[in-house]
Nanobody, 117 residues
Framework: DVQLQASGGGVVQAGGSLRLSCAAS?????????IGWFRQAPGKEREGVAC????????HYENSVKGRFALSKNSAKKTVSLQMNNLGVEDTAVYYC?????????WGQGTQVTVSS
């Protein structure tokens, strides 16, 4: 089975940084999967944050995080990372890692990011 374990969330002050990580395990070819992160803030709908399509090495970002967040993957280690800089209160949310292949999505358990003013 494909399993994803997210980590790296926490509480930071506005302007601070966090690095989220998602470790994948299982018998699969990591590069066959699109990867990325969603988030859901209190009282708001879940939104895509960043993603890299299968077979690509270029990340795509939701407009509000462009220039602040950086998505990367390590195929050999089967890990997905999201470097988050200059965090604001609006970034407070539960962040979910995902990988997708053939329309099947696998989710991490979610990690809480809280940004205080």
């Amino acid at each position: 089975d494909v399993q994803l374990q997210a980590s790296g969330g926490g509480v930071v002050q506005a302007g601070g940084s966090l690095r989220l990580s998602c470790a994948a395990s299982g018998g699969f070819t990591f590069d066959d999967y699109g990867i990325g992160w969603f988030r859901q803030a209190p009282g708001k709908e879940r939104e895509g944050v960043a993603c890299i399509s299968a077979g690509e090495n270029v990340a795509h970002y939701e407009n509000s995080v462009k220039g602040r967040f950086a998505l990367s993957k390590n195929s050999a280690k089967k890990t997905v990372s999201l470097q988050m800089n200059n965090l604001g209160v609006e970034d407070t949310a539960v962040y979910y890692c995902f990988i997708i292949n053939h329309g099947i999505v696998h989710w991490g358990q979610g990690t809480q990011v809280t940004v205080s003013s």
